[in-house]
């Protein structure tokens, strides 16, 4: 029996290799330097809707068209550049008019030194893209983003609201996202056509507030030069929203209690009436009721405003949604930055999930702005979030006292309970097969806490820790 030479035995080689790629179900396009096509498997050929003979040493973006390339300017980069990325996003129309949902995997060909093409990877990922968008649509109303139990009640409230005219009083901690909530109930109301107009109640000078709020006649004051017209005639045939009403002084709450009884407004310097067509919703960030129990918000005034109450629950107490804003936020950022960023970590996740968020969904979206300046590519690490987020709280010890010798294992005197020993935290990981969601629970602490306990042992997977 004679040996193969070896131009056969290369080109067996090439057909078994050919034979290994058109079973893959991942579409395959091999490029050389000059990013010409030199192979291409079925399932490319497949899900780009192209004929093998036609595609090869055809360029890629000659064959796939403007619509892949301009779409995909990261891929693009990645090929000319021979820098590979992974898990990008791209739409893509084929020929036949049908839009799919590509995820593509680039590779560069070489020793290194010297590069001799690049491998194109695509996954279609239409369906699972759909069942994304659908999912999307049903935790989101308008701008507004949650699935946990208190948003899915407040989404159903706007729905109910939106359509009707009453005065809707919104309250929530600072960052809750209140005006997303009013601009939700203009979207879908009937006046959505119309202007929404949010205005400030917080203005120290009482005299400019009112002008601000219903407008003023020339000579009014020093300084007004002009007539002016205010925020509830701009807002006519839409939506206002006076934000942080509590702060409205005593003055202009008897002028806003007369406006919303005759629905009409006087500008400073003038008594004629001008009728206005508004819906109005107010904000607050401190309870009403509180203030009127204060006596610094008049209660018929309250009662005016309080027609439709809406409380947003804070952050802290709705952590179902965490996971889904911090994706929202980092698929906006995505999309305005162009960095192929996707997704968090588990460890990274795990620290969003536990943080208590005093600043509430404008701080989660300040923290995930902050992982994108820090991360270049790929998931988003625990390294690239605000040091708040893991940085454990340094003990306040106050100078000058003598404190004696603490006869308690070291694990407790760092504030640790005695369950995060290294013994205990080494049984659980092991217990749990190293699931870090597990053993959190044996041990009764956060996953926070754990990674951090982990990193200050130096523990690691038996099959990461470096031989011996």
């Known amino acids: 029996m004679s040996t193969p030479s070896p ?90 008019g ?110 400019v507030l009112a002008s601000e709020l219903f407008g003023h006649v020339r000579d009014a004051f020093p300084g007004a030069m002009r007539d002016k017209r205010g925020r509830f005639e701009a807002a006519a045939g839409g939506t206002i929203l006076l934000d942080e009403v509590g702060a409205l002084p005593p003055g202009i709450q008897v002028t806003l209690l007369r406006v919303l009884q005759e629905r009409a407004v006087e500008r400073v310097g003038d008594d004629r009436p001008i009728g206005i067509d508004v819906r109005v919703i107010a904000a607050s960030h401190r309870p009403l009721a509180e203030l009127v129990a204060e006596g610094s918000f008049r209660r ?28 929202h936020f980092a698929e906006r950022f995505r999309d305005e930055t162009g960095r192929p960023i996707e997704g968090f970590s588990p460890e990274a996740l795990a620290l969003l999930v536990d943080y208590a968020w005093p600043g509430n969904v404008r701080e989660l979206e ?29 003990p306040a010890v106050p100078p000058a006292v003598d404190i004696p010798p603490d006869p308690s294992p070291p694990e407790r005197r760092r504030g640790l309970p005695p369950s995060t020993s290294a013994e205990a935290v080494r049984a659980a990981l092991v217990g749990a097969d190293w699931n ?21 042992l130096k523990l690691a997977r038996p099959e990461d820790e470096p031989p011996v």
């Open 436 to 456: 870090v969601a597990k053993a959190a629970r044996r041990l009764s602490i956060s996953r926070t806490t754990l990674y951090k306990r982990i990193a200050q």
């Open 7 to 96: 131009v056969d035995a290369a080109r067996t080689t090439k057909d078994d290799l050919g034979g290994v790629l058109d079973r893959l179900a991942e579409g395959v396009v091999t490029l050389d330097g000059r990013g010409r096509i030199v192979g291409i498997n079925r399932a490319a050929c497949r899900i780009l809707e192209i004929d093998p003979v036609e595609a090869l040493d055809a360029h890629c973006c000659e064959l796939l068209d403007s619509q892949f390339c301009g779409s995909a300017e990261v891929v693009r980069e990645s090929i000319r550049e021979h820098r590979p990325v992974s898990d990008v996003e791209v739409p893509v129309e084929t020929r036949s």
């Open 300 to 327: 018929d005034l309250y009662y005016k405003l309080r027609v439709v109450p809406m409380a947003i629950p804070p952050l802290r107490d709705r952590r179902d949604d965490v996971g889904l804003l911090a994706q």
């Open 98 to 207: 049908r839009r799919r949902v590509l995820v593509v995997q680039t590779g560069s060909l070489g020793n290194g030194r010297e590069h001799r093409g690049s491998v194109v990877v695509l996954r279609d990922v239409t369906e699972l893209a759909a069942l994304k968008e659908d999912l999307a649509r049903r935790y989101r109303l308008h701008n507004v983003v949650g699935k946990s139990k208190p948003m899915r009640e407040i989404f159903r409230l706007v729905e109910e609201v939106a359509d009707s005219e009453a005065t809707v009083l919104i309250e929530g901690e600072s960052g809750t996202g209140k005006e997303l909530v009013a601009r939700a109930i203009h979207h879908l109301s009937p006046r959505a056509g119309g202007p929404f107009v949010a205005v400030h109640c917080s203005i120290p000078a009482e005299d």
């Open 366 to 394: 300040s923290a995930v702005e902050y992982a994108f300046v820090k991360a270049r590519r790929g998931p988003i690490a625990p390294a690239h979030l605000p040091p708040e987020l893991g940085a454990p709280a340094a």
